[in-house]
T-cell receptor
Framework: AQSVTQLDSQVPVFEEAPVELRCNYS??????LFWYVQYPNQGLQLLLK??????LVKGINGFEAEFNKSQTSFHLRKPSVHISDTAEYFCAVSGVDSSYKLIFGSGTRLLVRP | DTGVSQNPRHKITKRGQNVTFRCDPI?????LYWYRQTLGQGPEFLTYFQNEAQLEKSRLLSDRFSAERPKGSFSTLEIQRTEQGDSAMYLCASSPPQIGGPYNSPLHFGNGTRLTVT
């Protein structure tokens, strides 16, 4: 069965500093990988996705993520964060093991301080 | 594209009462999903529809839960005899049809219905 692990429940960072949010997945077959962002009292918004091809994918709001098959990771990065990036970030996996449903990690709260 | 709409945004009910939530997906999206999210956790899959057919239900979905999608448009999620453990955010998502190849379209989420059972 597919699963997603986000080891960091909260990541505090100062404004304009770089950030990396970690995501590891487990699956026996090819997967599709996604990062979603959730602002307070709102639904989830897609940041970026990896389906195939280039392992470095760029998303909205200056975020990017790199798919690493050997390490089964899909870490999210941003070179310089803003206060407005404060939110909950969810990594998700999809594939034949999950009948192409999205399986989410437990989330990482990014807290950007001035 | 008006987005996925969910009503109500908040629902407070007493234990033992029945509640019903509604989801209006993006038009022309044939897939519709229900997820449940508890505090500090990621969304957990409950069920999904392709058009009007309910294709999969999670083991999380007890007999007290029922979902429908008549005519393949809006969907309702009903919880009978609510329990305090049902308190959560219920999220609806939809995705468009995909022709050929394995399914990989991202989901578009609504803002959710927050249920509080007292």
């Amino acid at each position: 069965a597919q699963s997603v692990t986000q080891l960091d429940s909260q990541v505090p960072v100062f404004e304009e500093a770089p950030v990396e949010l970690r995501c590891n997945y487990s699956s026996s077959v090819s997967v599709y990988l996604f990062w979603y962002v959730q602002y307070p009292n709102q639904g989830l918004q897609l940041l970026l996705k990896y389906l195939s091809g280039s392992t470095l994918v760029k998303g909205i709001n200056g975020f990017e993520a790199e798919f690493n098959k050997s390490q089964t990771s899909f870490h999210l990065r941003k070179p310089s964060v803003h206060i407005s990036d404060t939110a909950e970030y969810f990594c998700a996996v999809s594939g034949v093991d999950s009948s192409y449903k999205l399986i989410f990690g437990s989330g990482t709260r990014l807290l950007v301080r001035p | 594209d008006t987005g996925v709409s969910q009503n109500p945004r908040h629902k407070i009910t007493k234990r033992g009462q029945n509640v019903t939530f509604r989801c209006d997906p993006i038009s022309e999206h044939n897939r519709l999903y229900w997820y449940r999210q508890t505090l500090g956790q990621g969304p957990e899959f409950l069920t999904y529809f392709q058009n009007e057919a309910q294709l999969e239900k999670s083991r999380l979905l007890s007999d007290r839960f029922s979902a429908e999608r008549p005519k393949g448009s809006f969907s309702t999620l009903e919880i009978q005899r609510t329990e305090q453990g049902d308190s959560a955010m219920y999220l609806c998502a939809s995705s468009p049809p995909q022709i050929g190849g394995p399914y990989n379209s991202p989901l578009h989420f609504g803002n959710g219905t927050r249920l509080t059972v007292t």
